[in-house]
């Protein structure tokens, strides 16, 4: 027979060293925040060259994805997103919350300018943290439905 409330209890791993956690929301599942340590940021603008500008309007004539404008994107969120870490680790954080994304669109070449923001904090695991919403229910269904079996 399992043990319901020792199956739903349990503590989150501690953050590594050097590691930083990010979400779109205000914290973090099982973690507590002891410290917030302000705003961080990262900015990354980015411009195609005119050959590959060419190719994409010819693109744009005859359908389809605009690979070199995709790729664009990709490169200028990471570098954004590096950006912004940077910053948190700079300033002792294990943690960045309620990040979220700019992103424009920049002279008539086709530029990309992104901006990534959130706030950075410390986080450490909750000792006997007990899971609630989606994840709660999900494990204790199963330990009950073990319990019945």
């Given at each position: 027979m399992l043990d319901r409330d020792a199956l739903l209890s349990g503590t989150r791993p501690e953050i590594d060293q050097g590691r930083i956690l990010m979400t779109g929301s205000d914290g973090f599942d099982g973690y507590e925040i002891v410290e917030y340590k302000g705003m961080v940021w990262g900015i990354s603008v980015r411009a195609k060259?005119?050959?590959?500008?060419?190719?994409?309007?010819?693109?744009?004539?005859?359908?389809?994805e605009l690979d070199s404008y995709t790729a664009l994107g990709d490169e200028s969120r990471q570098r954004a997103i590096d950006r912004m870490l940077e910053m948190a680790a700079r300033q002792g954080c294990n943690g960045v919350i309620n990040v979220d994304f700019e992103l424009q669109m920049t002279g008539a070449g086709g530029g990309s300018n992104v901006v990534v923001h959130g706030t950075a904090v410390v986080i450490k695991p909750i000792q006997?943290?007990?899971?609630?919403?989606?994840?709660g229910n999900i494990v204790a269904e199963i330990a009950d439905r073990m319990n019945r079996s």
């Open positions: 060259d005119m050959g590959q500008d060419c190719a994409m309007g010819c693109k744009q004539m005859t359908g389809g006997n943290y007990v899971p609630t919403g989606a994840m």
